[in-house]
């Protein structure tokens, strides 16, 4: 009896594999047809593929999920999900990019503030050298403004004796008329501050330079309560001690100008 052949495999894909193949060239052709019947925001679609990128892996190798369940590269599909995350992908693309406005936004009216109060400090040192010009001692102070103050210097050696925190009797005309300046601006915050060279102090009176800087920016802070008619309540002062240098303190001329008074007055966008 001959024996029978074989019967062999049937050649090609199988049927359910080439219907799964035009249901998708069919999406395909659909979403092509939706996008270009639409008017798409380049930034925002990338934005929504790269978000695509991270979530789903559409757009890399290898297959992957929406929501639980099984992948869609091993042919169940999950479809009827599609649409939800297609909305949710877009409205956090959205909040994202609301949010980065809102960051540009804040950044904008930072710098628009900063640009508003350092106009406003220029203008009112030009008005303060005006008057240290008008009094005769713009050669005594040293102006300076930032966007939040018009700061004067004072120089140590000129308000105080060595190692001292009373004011010389030498120096209060030029106090005085400083003093009238400032009341010219009584509504604005004015902060006093006393700064030392780095000579290690101890006295019976004063411990160390910090005790000694807060004392001079003390007795010129008294000066001002009771000779003029600030508000106490509108002036700050305090001893920075030895901390912020100006000059070199490897140097007389350098310890001489760390010796200091620092007078701030803050412009009406910063007083408050």
Known sequence: ?????????????????????????????????????????????????????????????????????????????????????????????????????????????????EQAQLEASEQLAEKVNEALVENGVDKDVDIYFTSQYVQLTLKGSVLFDSGSASLRQEALPMIQKIAMILERYAQSTIEIEGHTDNVPIHTSHFESNDVLSSYRALAMFDYLVDNTSLDPAKIKHSGRGEYIPVADNSTPEGRAKNRRIEIKIYNNLTSN
């Open 1 to 113: 009896m001959a024996k029978r052949k074989a019967e062999e495999p049937p050649k090609g894909a199988p049927a359910w594999q080439s219907t799964f193949a035009d249901l998708m060239n069919l999406l395909l052709c659909f979403f092509v047809l939706l996008f270009s019947m639409s008017t798409v925001d380049a930034q925002k679609f990338e934005e929504i593929a790269a978000s695509f990128a991270n979530t789903f892996s559409v757009f890399t190798a290898g297959g992957s999920s929406f929501d639980d369940g099984l992948l869609i590269s091993n042919g169940v599909s999950q479809l009827n999900n599609l649409d939800q995350y297609i909305v949710n992908t877009g409205q956090a693309a959205d909040k994202k990019t609301s949010k980065n406005e809102l960051e540009e936004d804040t950044e904008d009216l930072k710098a628009q503030l």
